[in-house]
C-alpha cells in the first residue's frame, strides 16, 4: 500500500510563510506528478500547484509568485512553500500524486489533509 503523509499546516498572520510537506511510502516504483489542492469551507476541492517527474510546475493564478512547489524524488517528498500568505488562502490543503506500485500499476493517491488558517 502507498500512503502520502502531510504535515506543516498552521495559523499565520497575513504576509506570512508556511512550509508544507507531503511525503510517499509504501510500495513504490515511481512516483509521476505530484501536486497540492485546496478545499475551503463550503468550496469545491482547486489544484493550486503541480509538479511533474520532471520538474515542470504549473500554478493556480491565485497564488502564482507567492506559492512555489517543488519536489525531492531521492526522499518521495513534494513541497509547498506558501508566501505572503492572505486570508483567502485558509483551506485544508491535500497532497496527491499519481503513483506507480511494486507492479507497476499506477493509481492516484491523495493525504489526508492539513489545515491551514491565515488570519487578517
Known amino acids: 500500500q502507498v500512503q502520502l503523509v502531510e504535515s506543516g499546516g498552521g495559523l499565520v498572520q497575513a504576509g506570512g510563510s508556511l512550509r508544507l510537506s507531503c511525503a510517499a511510502s509504501g510500495s513504490i516504483f515511481k512516483i509521476n506528478s505530484m501536486g497540492w489542492y485546496r478545499q475551503a469551507p463550503g468550496k469545491q476541492r482547486d489544484l493550486v500547484a503541480a509538479i511533474t517527474s520532471g520538474g515542470s510546475t504549473n500554478y493556480a493564478d491565485s497564488v502564482k509568485g507567492r506559492f512555489t512547489i517543488s519536489r525531492d524524488n531521492a526522499k518521495n517528498t513534494v513541497y509547498l512553500q506558501m508566501n505572503s500568505l492572505k486570508p483567502e488562502d485558509t483551506a485544508v490543503y491535500y497532497c496527491?500524486?499519481?503513483?506507480?506500485?511494486?507492479?507497476?500499476?499506477?493509481?492516484?493517491?491523495w493525504g489526508q489533509g492539513t489545515q491551514v488558517t491565515v488570519s487578517s
Open positions: 496527491n500524486a499519481d503513483i506507480a506500485d511494486g507492479w507497476r500499476r499506477e493509481y492516484n493517491y
